[in-house]
């Protein structure tokens, strides 16, 4: 098992090299006039251009510029934000608990109500249930992120008002912030009407978020039940008279969550994507936000920070899925 995680990591330094590769040519052949002009707007000058040039590094040759990146990235330095001039690894981090617990919460949805449609689904085959549930799947989808994320809050916000349409909290909630994620917060300094109103906040943004994962685990887990249903030992366990949850949990479940597990690792870390435009809808001031706005001001080192921040929790979260099967199937060994 060590041994494998250790080989594992070794590999992410390839791939993580030659992402930055990629990344470097990519932002700076991103469509318009640099990032001085877009930092500078009207009073651009080519004089005030020039110096944000000098200063960045902007006109040194190529090979200087991605060779001084890839030294910052060694030693743990991500740059400063040209927009901001704030060092990209604190305004990262600054922000991650945000989009970490709308991701936690987007991913608790569709996992929590998404493994037993998909389990319903494949129970009852043919049936209207398995009907509404594929055809409620493919919808989900097909459904762009920001589009649903707008109707959601059409709906139960402007139109009905069950549910509060942007922001974490209240802002006239005086909430202590200890750990920067605002639901636990409110549970170790034990202001509850804090929490309460974190999660109130969380709901729309996290099903918005959470509704494609949500659709891919109902059509994955329902597939892999059916698989599993059609095996000899599940017909046997069945023919002995053996109680139906106890046949679903010991024999059909536990064998049909290797590529559940597999998708929900996966989509985890699609969650981050998700998250910009998410975010922007509903204001939350979190990672995603904070690229969505540094892509319009052409902000290199936040791009760059931001993927290669991303490709590491992508990777390592892989792994974390891969070590995971040998837990889930004590026959799936991992060396």
Do not use: C
Not at 118 to 141: E, H, I, P
Not at 207 to 223: M, N, Q, S
Not at 234 to 248: C, F, I, N, Q, W
């Amino acid at each position: 098992m060590v041994r494998f995680v250790l080989r594992r990591l070794a590999l992410m330094v390839p791939v993580l090299l030659g992402l930055s590769i990629l990344l470097f040519v990519w932002v700076r052949n991103l469509p318009g006039d640099g990032p001085a002009r877009s930092l500078l707007g009207n009073r651009a000058t080519p004089e005030r251009i020039e110096a944000i040039n000098q200063t960045y590094g902007f006109n040194d040759p190529i090979l200087e510029q991605y060779f001084r990146y890839v030294g910052s990235l060694l030693r743990g330095d991500f740059l400063d934000s040209i927009r901001t001039g704030e060092p990209v690894t604190q305004s990262f981090f600054d922000r991650l608990p945000v989009t970490v617990e709308l991701g936690a919460a987007a991913l608790l949805f569709a996992v929590v109500v998404g493994i037993p449609l998909g389990y319903l689904a494949a129970r009852n085959q043919g049936r209207l249930l398995d009907t509404l549930v594929v055809s409620g799947s493919l919808l989900g989808v097909a459904t762009p992120v920001f589009f649903l994320a707008l109707l959601l809050k059409l709906v139960f916000a402007n139109w009905l008002g069950w549910l509060p349409a942007t922001f974490r909290q209240d802002p006239q909630i005086d909430a202590t912030e200890v750990t920067g994620f605002a639901t636990l917060d409110g549970l170790l300094t034990r202001e509850f009407d804090a929490t309460w109103d974190a999660v109130l906040h969380l709901i729309l943004p996290a099903v918005a978020l959470g509704t494609i994962p949500l659709a891919i685990i109902v059509r994955i887990t329902r597939a892999s039940v059916a698989e599993v249903m059609q095996e000899d030992y599940v017909r046997t366990a069945e023919s002995k008279g053996l109680p139906r949850l106890l046949v679903s949990r010991r024999h059909v479940l536990r064998n049909a969550m290797l590529p559940v597990a597999t998708t929900i690792g996966l989509q985890t870390g699609l969650l981050f994507s998700g998250a910009v435009l998410t975010e922007t809808v509903f204001g939350f001031e979190g990672v995603g936000k904070y690229l969505f706005t540094s892509i319009s001001q052409r902000d290199y080192p936040v791009l760059q920070g931001y993927i290669i921040f991303i490709a590491i929790i992508y990777s390592l979260i892989n792994l974390l899925v891969d070590v995971l099967y040998g837990v889930i199937d004590p026959r799936v060994r991992v060396s």
